[in-house]
């Protein structure tokens, strides 16, 4: 089956540095990742669209400047946290799907990366 | 109203128990139905996935979907105190610009 490779798994860092977290589709193209954030006891939210070669798709109010998303390849997508603040502490997860298939395939995800900023 | 609902629970069952989970939707475009489950600390794996209304049954789970009603539910048989988790229902439109859309997420806890 379809498997996503999330990392780190866990990060701790300082307030003002930036943290970047991979997300790989380890057995299929993926041309379109999504990024969630999930806080304690709460649904996803979904917070950007990373597509292969072109811009990311951000949902409202999300910042674009402080979550920057690179999608360089066809298995590979990154979300990296800017100038990272304790209120950007959570827990961030990816998924991919083969969308280039089949546009309605489901979504998989990644184990997750539990942030603290310190 | 939220375009999906779904009891966060908590659900606490003893082992071998029939567990019953329910979302219901607004949304009436909503062709895709998928269930995840969530360990603590764990990204969503998915459990389930159906398209439209009908029943899909894959070892001790089985998914049913009732367009006509807006109500998807998870049955689990036999349940394992390894089937403790949050479990999430999500659904999404045709197309792949459709967004899928969760709900809540109900915590299940099986007692041995």
């Known amino acids: 089956g379809a498997v996503v490779s999330q990392h780190p798994s866990r990060v701790i860092c300082k307030s003002g540095t930036s943290v970047k977290i991979e997300c790989r589709s380890l057995?299929?193209?993926?041309?379109?990742m999504f990024w969630y954030r999930q806080f304690p006891k709460q649904s996803l939210m979904l917070m950007a669209t990373?597509?292969?070669?072109?811009?990311?798709?951000?949902e409202q109010g999300v910042e674009k400047d402080k979550f920057l998303i690179n999608h360089a390849s066809l298995t590979l997508s990154t979300l990296t946290v800017t100038s990272a603040h304790p209120e950007d502490s959570s827990f961030y997860i990816c998924?991919?799907?083969?969308?280039?298939?089949?546009?309605?395939?489901?979504?998989?995800f990644g184990n997750g990366t539990r942030l603290t900023v310190t | 109203q939220k375009e999906v609902e779904q009891d966060p629970g908590p659900l606490s069952v003893p082992e071998g128990a029939i567990v019953s989970l329910n979302c219901t939707y607004s949304?009436?475009?909503?062709?895709?139905f998928m269930w995840y489950r969530q360990y603590s600390r764990k990204g969503p794996e998915l459990l389930m996935y159906?398209?439209?209304?009908g029943n899909k049954e894959d070892g001790r789970f089985t998914a049913q979907v009732d367009k006509s009603s807006k109500y998807i539910s998870l049955f689990i048989r036999d349940s394992q105190p390894s089937d403790s988790a949050t479990y999430l229902c999500?659904?999404?439109?045709?197309?792949?610009?459709?967004?899928?859309?969760f709900g809540k997420g109900t915590k299940l806890t099986v007692n041995p």
């Open positions: 998924s991919a799907s083969r969308l280039s298939i089949n546009y309605n395939s489901p979504l998989h």
């Open positions: 057995d299929f193209q993926a041309t379109t």
């Open positions: 990373s597509n292969e070669g072109s811009k990311a798709t951000y």
């Open positions: 949304n009436s475009a909503f062709q895709y």
């Open positions: 159906t398209y439209s209304s």
């Open positions: 999500a659904m999404k439109g045709q197309g792949g610009s459709e967004k899928l859309v």
